[in-house]
């Protein structure tokens, strides 16, 4: 079981519309947060990067929440545009003697016009 | 000016060959990273440089090596190519393991 799920696998909306993508974690001892965007035959784009006493970050369009308890944080995208079509991934860093991180399957986001 | 850049962008290549993919940043970061992302889009690291030093190896098998000539230079030379390396190969910078990556464009690896 990989330990950073998100879901949906994949979503569709219509240009305008928000959207609201998941993601739960098992990491621990915890170090930080991160949501890339990867467009399609492209490097993943670092949007958020959240420490464990950050609750939210914004970067223009995108808010990332973040709730440690829980182990969930979540990327919202307010006023879609078809750019916004990509695949968006959740990234969890851990610290245990060395340096983990681990990578999401990503939410692939389909923006209709 | 790009940030990470990668060369090839495409490689196509037969099994039993050794190749080598290239990776440069202009960022002046300490830490370089390679990874693999698989046809299921999972991205998987594989490789981590600071300081010339090998801190992570994600259990790569050994015909992966990593070189790194200088702080700018991350490059990633795979021996005795197998099908199952076919995949889509990103290299990454940071100023340290705690910061944002930045991702090179990738490079294709087709192995026939």
């Known amino acids: 079981k990989n330990q950073v799920e998100q879901s949906p696998q994949s979503l569709i909306i219509l240009e305008g519309k928000n959207c609201t993508l998941q993601c739960n974690y098992t990491v621990s001892p915890f170090s930080n947060l991160r949501w890339y965007k990867q467009d399609t035959g492209r490097g993943p784009v670092s949007l958020t990067i959240m420490t464990f006493s950050e609750n939210t970050k914004s970067n223009g369009r995108y808010t990332a929440t973040l709730d440690a308890d829980t182990k969930q944080s979540s990327l919202h995208i307010t006023a879609s545009q078809l750019s916004d079509s990509a695949s968006y991934i959740c990234?969890?860093?851990?610290?245990?003697?060395?340096?983990?991180?681990?990578f999401g399957a990503g939410t692939r986001l389909f923006v209709k016009a | 000016d790009t940030a990470v850049s990668q060369t090839p962008k495409y490689l196509v290549t037969q099994m039993g060959n050794d190749k080598s993919i290239k990776c440069e940043q202009n960022?002046?970061?300490?830490?370089m990273y390679w990874y693999k992302q698989d046809s299921k889009k999972f991205l998987k690291i594989m490789f981590s440089y600071n300081n010339k030093e090998l801190i992570i190896n994600e259990t790569v098998p050994n015909r992966f090596s990593p070189k790194s000539p200088d702080k700018a230079h991350l490059n990633l030379h795979i021996n005795s190519l197998e099908l199952g390396d076919s995949a889509v190969y990103f290299c990454?910078?940071?100023?340290?393991?705690?910061?944002?990556?930045?991702f090179g464009p990738g490079t294709r690896l087709t192995v026939t």
């Open positions: 990454a910078s940071s100023q340290d393991q705690q910061r944002r990556q930045y």
């Open positions: 990234v969890v860093s851990e610290i245990t003697g060395g340096f983990k991180t681990i």
């Open positions: 960022l002046g970061h300490d830490t």
